[in-house]
């Protein structure tokens, strides 16, 4: 199905169409209609299926195309942990890049500085508000949250914050809400006290269970643990050591392909870039030429991976850890197509092993950890342990109304 044939307004078709998104996958078919016909929905979807843009595009649509109040939150993410919502707020910069909605990621760990921001965002009013319960409670019992007018809920791994403890927090939360809203909970399990706290928030639901699709059996996987000063030392590596035909590299930034592009040519390597710097014309020609050969290396932001189609792609680096175990099998699905086989490797960071233990937890099994060659030095540890309660990150600040610095676009 393609995301035209969804209804969506013109203006977020523009940022759909400049993320490179062109077909919906089954998690959207099934997901999207549902939250545009204003339905309460309980799925059973992990991390990693592509709920994330399954609930923001409707809600971005509902938001620019149905009447709400001014000045006041209009919509309310609830995740179990910073990390998840700044992940949350950085998908919703990219879908909504072309609208007005406004948006703004409240998490504990912050300076005074976030708490100054978060205060006048929630305040005035954001329409999309992503927050983990601690914080979120900490701010409605300030006074100073305007929640009268909102319209949406949404409880993002709500099995995982039920174990962590969150659920009097959660419940604290609604308590504070009006009754009249329309609920989504995504769940990657359905225990008694998820069915339990179903019953109390939402109102005749769609039920939806969400499954992960699975990589091709002919793509060769393997990841390399190392440290960010080694990734582009191991590319030229990699590339050097076979004589790889077509090969796609995608990057989370538009800084990075401009300095890993960089560092290929001067290595004599014959690689081009696309990212969203360069204007349509640009990226057309750039893609022309990798389609018909004449390019073997094409490197890519992921923000513009679901655009590049392209049979005979025999080996794809994810240079960065993707976003979530969806794209990571759309990602490496580039190569082995047409019966062909591939090849597709992962670099992890120390700070993205986290995000890629749930990757393999997705996929069923670990993905096979190469060996980085001995003259690129030491390399990291790859941590097996659960991680704690406490995850970090870097804080996003994400468009919230008057505030929004949109000049690190990808």
């Known amino acids: 199905m393609k995301f035209t044939e969804f209804g969506f307004d013109g203006r977020l078709m523009e940022g759909i169409e400049f993320s490179g998104y062109e077909d919906a996958t089954p998690v959207q078919e099934q997901v999207i209609p549902l939250i ?211 090969v796609l590299i995608f990057c989370s930034s538009k800084i990075s392909v401009k300095n890993l592009t960089r560092d290929l040519r001067r290595a004599k390597f014959l690689a081009d870039e696309i990212h969203s710097d360069l204007d349509q014309a640009k990226r057309e020609e750039v893609l022309m030429h990798f389609k018909s050969g004449r390019l073997p290396i094409l490197v890519a932001t992921d923000i513009l991976s679901r655009g590049i189609d392209i049979d005979n792609i025999d080996l794809v680096i994810n240079y960065d850890v993707p976003h979530d175990g969806e794209d990571y099998v759309h990602r490496i699905g580039r190569t082995a197509r047409a019966a062909a086989e591939g090849t597709a490797y992962t670099f992890v960071t120390v700070k993205e092993q986290r995000k890629f233990q749930g990757i393999e937890k997705l996929l069923g099994k670990p993905v096979p950890k190469a060996s980085v060659p001995e003259e690129l030095g030491e390399t990291p540890t790859y941590n097996t342990a659960p991680p704690n309660r406490q995850q970090g990150g870097n804080r996003k600040f994400n468009k919230p109304r008057r505030f929004q610095n949109n000049n690190n676009k990808r």
């Open 36 to 246: 545009m016909a204003g339905k309460d929905i309980i799925a059973s979807a992990q991390t990693g299926t592509g709920k994330t843009a399954a609930f923001l595009l409707p809600l971005i649509n509902k938001i620019i195309t149905d009447p709400h109040e001014d000045h006041t939150n209009n919509a309310l993410v609830i995740v179990p942990t910073r990390e998840l919502a700044i992940q949350i707020a950085q998908h919703m910069e990219g879908l909504s890049y072309f609208t007005s909605v406004s948006s703004i990621a409240v998490y504990g760990g912050g300076d005074g500085n976030a708490f100054v921001q978060e205060k006048k965002a929630l305040s005035h009013g954001a329409d999309v508000v992503i927050c983990t319960p601690g914080k979120m409670m900490a701010h409605i019992k300030m006074g100073y949250v305007k929640l009268a007018g909102l319209k949406y809920l949404i409880l993002d791994e709500a099995d995982r914050m039920l174990d962590m403890g969150f659920y009097d927090d959660i419940m604290f939360i609604i308590d504070n809400l009006p009754q009249k809203r329309q609920n989504l909970l995504f769940s990657a399990t359905m225990p008694h006290k998820i069915r339990e706290m179903a019953r109390k928030i939402l109102h005749e639901p769609s039920e939806i269970n969400i499954s992960i699709s699975k990589p091709n059996e002919k793509i060769e996987q393997a990841a390399f643990v190392v440290y960010d000063t080694q990734k582009i030392p191991l590319v030229k590596h990699l590339l050097h050591k076979k004589d790889f035909k077509m």
